[in-house]
Structures are given as structure tokens and as C-alpha cells.
């Protein structure tokens, strides 16, 4: 099990930046793959970007260019840089962390945190 609490939401002009942090309850290391997902009123919650254990990273084409998803194993930490935000990245962004053991996938999510992007 993973507890993942989020942080960094806020309001923010058009064209700012904000960093969001996702901070785990227990190592990270092993943790197969950790990502940002969003949920905009109305829609569907829709990935954002993952990185895995090694380090690999995948983003919606949405976002790529302007989000950054890093991870730093020694805070049990990751991070999602969002920089030229646009009004339609409002939402609520949602970590989660994919745990693999064996034949099962275990999702947990953290609570989210609301990003308004708006003049």
C-alpha cells in the first residue's frame, strides 16, 4: 500500500507555470510507475504523464512541450512541471502510483489538487 498526498495547486494567468508535487508515504523506488492524471468538470479523467521505475516517461500529446514529469527516488517524490498553461489545463490533477506484484496491478490515487488556469 502507498498513501500519496499532492501539492502545488493554485490559480494562474494564462501563460504562468506551476509545479505540482506528489509526495509517497513509503519508498518510491520500486514503485513500477507513478503519473499525474486530470479531471475537468464534466469530462473523464485522462492521463497527463507517467514515469516509471527507469525512468521512462510518456505524456499526452496535450501537454507535451509544455509539462515536465520528473521523480526524485530520495524525497519519495515526483513532480509535474506545467509551464505556458492554458485555460483548458484546468482541472483537478490526480497522482497515482502503479504497484505490480506478480500477476496483479494494484492503483492508488491521491486526493487531488485543483489547477485553475484563468485571467
Known amino acids: 500500500q502507498v498513501q500519496l498526498v499532492e501539492s502545488g495547486g493554485g490559480l494562474v494567468q494564462p501563460g504562468g507555470s506551476l509545479r505540482l508535487s506528489c509526495t509517497a508515504s513509503r519508498s518510491i523506488f520500486s514503485i513500477y510507475a507513478m503519473g499525474w492524471y486530470r479531471q475537468a468538470p464534466g469530462k473523464q479523467r485522462e492521463l497527463v504523464a507517467t514515469i516509471t521505475s527507469g525512468d521512462s516517461t510518456n505524456s499526452a500529446d496535450s501537454v507535451k512541450g509544455r509539462f515536465t514529469i520528473s521523480r526524485d527516488n530520495t524525497k519519495n517524490t515526483i513532480y509535474l512541471q506545467m509551464n505556458s498553461l492554458k485555460p483548458e489545463d484546468t482541472a483537478v490533477y490526480y497522482c497515482?502510483?502503479?504497484?505490480?506484484?506478480?500477476?496483479?496491478?494494484?492503483?492508488?490515487w491521491g486526493q487531488g489538487t485543483q489547477v485553475t488556469v484563468s485571467s
Open positions: 497515482n502510483a502503479l504497484i505490480v506484484v506478480g500477476p496483479k496491478e494494484y492503483n492508488y
